[in-house]
């Protein structure tokens, strides 16, 4: 089965905090995908990477960055939290082009 | 500019009966189209895909029709049951060998009442 970890299932931070979610997948996947979130907004993609230390933005990079360093592990960075920030988090890979597994997502709030 | 629509943010059936979920797009380069399944405080899992060459995939309870001209697909649960009571994404990605983006809409929340 394939195996898309999360570091954190809740986390609260407060505004201006430095930001880390970490991924993990165990099936040797080339792609990684962070996306959020939101009620009525449904999911939308912040950065993926199709390699290690390549990485693209997705619809709403603003505010984020990301690191993959190595091929399990991808990780978003908030780099100084907003309120705005609060969210759902969800990691996903796949291989080539085939289907996206999902993390459970960290439930991200920021006082 | 939403490109893949769900136009209906929620739908209540009877347990036994036919769910149909449905999902318009806009882009003409999809070729591939997925359905998830989401449940509160959990990450969406892969329910069943349909590659544009074809008009039906079937798994089961679950089929997804796809209608290229009308830009539309459905998916159908039958019979449903409570335990499908969950938020349903439909997802969309491009043709083209670089392309691992999804597009997804913005859900449905699908009640099964029993």
Redesign the interface.
């Given at each position: 089965d394939v195996k898309?970890t999360q570091s954190s299932?809740y986390l609260v931070k407060r505004t201006g905090e430095k930001v880390f979610l970490e991924c993990v997948q165990d099936m040797d996947h080339e792609?990684m995908?962070w996306?959020r979130q939101d009620p009525?907004?449904?999911?939308?993609?912040i950065y993926?990477s199709?390699d290690v230390k390549m990485k693209e933005k997705?619809d709403i990079p603003e505010g984020y960055s990301v690191s993959r360093e190595k091929k399990e592990r991808f990780s978003l960075i908030l780099e100084s939290a907003s309120t705005n920030q609060t969210s759902m988090y969800?990691c996903?890979s796949?291989d080539?082009?085939n289907?996206?597994?999902?993390?459970?997502?960290t439930?991200l709030t920021v006082l | 500019d939403q490109q893949v629509k769900q136009n209906s943010p929620s739908l209540s059936v009877q347990e036994g009966r036919i769910s149909i979920l449905n999902c318009d797009y806009t882009n003409s380069m999809f070729d591939y189209f997925l359905w998830y399944k989401k449940y509160p405080a959990e990450g969406p899992t892969f329910l069943i895909s349909i590659s544009s060459i074809k008009d039906k995939n079937e798994d089961g309870r679950f089929t997804v029709f796809l209608n290229k001209s009308a830009k539309h697909l459905s998916l159908h649960i039958v019979p449903s049951q409570p335990g499908d009571s969950a938020v349903y994404f439909c997802a969309a990605r491009p043709s083209g060998a670089g392309s691992y983006q999804l597009t997804f809409g913005k859900g449905t929340k699908l009640s099964v009442i029993p």
């Open positions: 898309v299932r792609n995908f996306y009525g907004l449904g999911l939308r993609l993926f199709y997705g969800l996903a796949s080539y082009r289907e996206q597994f999902f993390g459970p997502g439930r | -």
